[in-house]
């Protein structure tokens, strides 16, 4: 007769090397993979970022409304923390979220453009945003600053120096994986894509894989030169249904598809999903949003 004793260790192990199992079958499913996450964040902009080694980060937030929502997709992927929060210029579309997702959220670092405030005649939206995001942990960037998340780098190309144009002011920020890119252009404008194409020693560097086009496609960002030297597979356009600005431009729209890129818009599609292992590039989700529900 065999001992209960014996029993129980066994079973223990058993527990214990089917857990352990979990436990890698967990890890190997997420590998080395990073994903970027274009979401529909209305009129604005907001991309979630998780990097193979499960370090997360947010560029922009949505707006005063939208915020809610992003913050809300943001937990239905069990996120609690937020390693890097970059917010790319504060327009309300882009910086609104904040003041939910600064309080919802724990965020180990906080980045803007260190944009002056001083001068809004609006000035209590901007005094709030100021108080509560540009304290502890907070760091203005510039062209040549460079963050590293394990092997997913970061590097902010725009703007050298702050103007009196909000939009032009605006991050743009290049994310590198391995062989793969993302170029995030925030608003910036035609002025900034010159000045980045008469960079001698940015042409190569503005290759990418993969666009969000600058100022939600409006009229006065995305030129044929800039969208040629680019060269992206594929481009995103965060913007909402019946923008009041008329965005996106039509002739933008017809600009990227006459260049044969696959475009995306988020109303329409919905959150926007890449995959890449740092070697290939896949888009894992861009489902309309009527066939989501």
Known sequence: MKKPGVTVMKMR????????????????????????????AGEGDAIYIETPDRQRILIDAGNLITGYRVTMSLKSRGVNTIDALIITHPHPDHMGGVFYVVQEFDVKSHYDNGQSLSVRCDGDLYRWYADLFRRESYKALSAGDVLHFGKVIIRILSPERLGSNWNENSLVIKIIYGKISFLLMGDATRVIENILLNKSSSMNGLKSDVLKVGHHGAGDATSEKFLRVVSPEYAIVSVNKGNIRGYPSAEVLKRINDNGIRVFLTYRDADVVFESDGKTLSVVSAIPEKKKR
Do not use: H, M, S
């Open 13 to 40: 192990k058993i527990a214990i090397g089917i857990l352990l199992f979990l436990a890698l079958l967990r890890a190997d499913a997420y590998g080395d993979i990073l994903r970027v996450f274009f979401l529909n």
